[in-house]
């Protein structure tokens, strides 16, 4: 250890009030860093998660042009063949067929249209977690040929209960008038209000009997292993399928407002932090500042005793870098702890439920540490600590030596 590297930690443990409070601005300061991050981190990725989990899957399978212009003139026939192509694709988790068409649902006090989903109640269940979200009821069955389940919103519109009959009315694919009665077996509570006031689900065999579709499906829905590799499981898809005939989207593609809200989020948060920074600096820059001109007499002596003035500025960084490399530690140590705790424990937010859950998110948020990330802020605010001492090292070193001497 050089001679003024020991000057530089004298000088810290000298002063340990002045020491203790530029430590506790970098901790602190990078504590919070850490902690927003996670939070926002949390929070997108339950909203990806319970976006893509309740119904959505993470990529959907379409005849080319069915997103745009959902029809039953674009259904997939061939269901089976592609199937068999996503057994052989690694990150694909789960797979389910659906019939999607826009139909009326009609009670005797009154009627709404909706979108109607024909789906295969064992497949949907390894798919999505939408049997979870029943509020009184059950699950469709394979059998359950006449029965239905609707969201609460749309129940209270049609003031309807359990046991109490709906008719459905559409176009069949062969241009025919589709009505059909079915029971009401369960009624949905998503927390979505497109789901809850707009969706109806029967079983995929009553689907294809009233639309007339004779074996085909609207869409397959495919669960990935990892929402971060859906990309390049989306991109094996299509090199096992004719990608001529058929769309392979996903989530950001099925829902680009979503996807929009959380690159928006992302740059939003990117801004509070730095804003964050900038505080951390000042507090920073405050501390070093006012331990020159506290020291500006010894300064003038060491000048006057042959001390370069580079030396000067060399001992005031070394001492600003070991303020900032204890703080740092303090602040990984103390950032990590409390986002790993609240990632057991969660955020409960339920007076703001209703809100989040407009958004997928949910009343508890649960953060989640980047170790990443953690580096990344970590190098930023032990960088900034160092240049934001250059001003007062430099000041230090201009000093004239019989001036500083004189200095009160």
Not at 33 to 44: N, P, Q, T, Y
Not at 198 to 205: K, V
Request: hydrophobic fraction near 45%; charged fraction near 20%; aromatic fraction near 6%.
């Amino acid at each position: 250890m050089s001679t003024f590297t020991k000057i530089a930690w004298r000088n810290i443990t000298r002063n340990q009030y002045r020491s203790s409070l530029t430590i506790s601005a970098v901790a602190i300061g990078l504590a919070s860093l850490v902690f927003l991050k996670s939070f926002i981190d949390g929070a997108d990725q339950q909203m990806v998660e319970n976006y893509t989990s309740l119904l959505t899957g993470s990529i959907q399978i379409h005849k080319t042009g069915f997103q745009k212009n959902m029809g039953l003139e674009k259904s997939i026939t061939e269901a089976n063949s592609i199937f068999t192509a996503l057994r052989n694709i690694t990150g694909v988790e789960a797979a389910a067929p659906r019939v999607k068409d826009y139909a009326l649902i009609s009670s005797p006090e009154s009627s709404a249209g909706i979108l109607l989903y024909g789906i295969d109640p064992a497949a949907e269940k390894k798919l999505t977690t939408i049997n979870q979200r029943l509020r009184r009821g059950r699950f469709l069955t394979k059998e359950d040929k006449d029965k239905i389940i609707i969201g609460k919103d749309l129940s209270d519109q049609l003031k309807t209960d359990l046991g109490d009959k709906v008719v459905l009315m559409s176009q069949g694919a062969d241009g025919s008038l589709a009505a059909s009665a079915y029971e009401i077996c369960g009624i949905l509570d998503a927390g979505a209000e497109d789901i809850d006031k707009n969706l109806a689900l029967i079983t995929i065999e009553a689907a294809r009997d009233l639309l007339v579709l004779d074996g085909k499906i609207s869409e397959i829905a495919i669960a990935a292993s990892s929402l971060n590799d859906i990309d390049e499981i989306a991109r094996s898809i299509k090199a096992k399928i004719d990608i001529n005939k058929y769309e392979v989207l996903t989530w950001k593609e099925i829902s680009p407002m979503t996807y929009q809200w959380i690159q928006f989020d992302q740059v939003f948060t990117g801004l509070i932090l730095f804003i964050v920074l900038l505080v951390v600096a000042a507090g920073i820059l405050n501390t070093i500042l006012m331990s020159v001109l506290e020291r500006t007499r010894e300064f003038g002596i060491m000048l006057a005793l042959g001390t370069k003035p580079q030396q000067i500025t060399s001992m005031v960084a070394a001492e600003s870098f070991m303020l900032a490399g204890i703080g740092v530690t303090f602040g990984a140590a103390l950032g990590s702890g409390l986002v790993i705790l609240l990632g057991i424990t969660g955020i409960d937010l339920s007076a703001i439920s209703s809100a989040l859950n407009s958004f997928y998110i949910g009343s508890v948020i649960y953060p989640r540490l980047n170790i990443a990330d953690l580096c990344v802020y970590a190098g930023i605010v032990l960088l900034t600590s160092v240049l934001v001492s250059i001003f007062p090292a430099k000041k230090a070193a201009k000093l004239s030596p019989i001036e500083a001497i004189r200095h009160i």
